[in-house]
């Protein structure tokens, strides 16, 4: 059972340049999130999905977008990438729509130069 | 309101002591509590949950403490062993309100024990 896949587990983008993070999980899981985690300030919430077709805005969405077409995929799109944007990323997976007992992918480290 | 605050930034334990890590909360919409373990390179786990109406919960060496009148919570690892030394966050989600279905990290523990 892989559970939540995230791919690229390491990128570097040039300023301006755009990318999708991927990920993917295979437990059925209804709800999906995206995260950052920058040093001295944990996890913010950036984008999550209560199911296909349906998306929110977490604490600091700017400059990322995101869709859900599938149960199984919710990647998250930088747009025109920039060195703010440099942190690690997890996407994490949770039974149900309430985004209780989260499971997190291994993150992708990105980095904007 | 959303916030969730953590204390200590860092720890180090003597291998055998107990390691106690502390968060409060302002949200009372906040329904859901977990910890999470986190190991260099690799995701969040999660370790430990708690919901409001209960005041502990304990599974194996790890607790935890919740006291909902003064809005903080806390984990409590017992014996602590060098296998331990992670970065640990406290979380809190909403049930109702604009907290709904967002879980809100604290800002992350970092634990060292020492053998």
């Known amino acids: 059972n892989a559970g939540v896949t995230q791919t690229p587990k390491f990128q570097v983008l040039k300023t301006g340049q755009s990318m999708t993070l991927q990920c993917a999980q295979d437990m059925n899981h209804e709800y999906m999130s995206w995260y950052r985690q920058d040093p001295g300030m944990g996890l913010r919430l950036i984008h999550y999905?209560?199911?296909?077709?349906?998306?929110d805005q977490g604490e600091v969405p700017n400059g990322y977008n995101v869709s859900r077409s599938t149960t199984e995929d919710f990647p998250l799109r930088l747009l025109s990438a920039a060195p703010s944007q440099t942190s690690v990323y997890f996407c994490?997976?949770?039974?149900?729509?309430?985004?209780?007992?989260?499971?997190f992918g291994q993150g992708t480290r990105l980095t904007v130069v | 309101q959303q916030q969730v605050k953590q204390s200590p930034q860092s720890l180090i334990v003597q291998k055998g002591g107990i390691s106690i890590i502390n968060c409060a909360y302002e949200?009372?919409?906040?329904?859901?509590f977990p910890w999470y373990q986190q190991f260099p390179g690799k995701g969040p786990a999660l370790l430990i949950a708690i919901r409001p109406d209960v005041s502990e919960k304990k599974e194996g060496r790890f607790t935890i403490s919740f006291n909902k009148s003064a809005k903080q919570f806390s984990l409590h690892i017992m014996d602590s062993q060098p296998g331990d030394s992670a970065t640990y966050f406290c979380a809190a989600r909403g049930g109702w309100g604009g907290a709904t279905n967002k879980l809100i990290f604290g800002t992350g523990t970092l634990l060292a024990v020492q053998p």
């Open positions: 999905s209560v199911g296909a077709g349906i998306t």
């Open positions: 949200n009372t919409a906040f329904d859901y």
């Open positions: 994490a997976s949770s039974y149900g729509t309430g985004g209780a007992e989260a499971f």
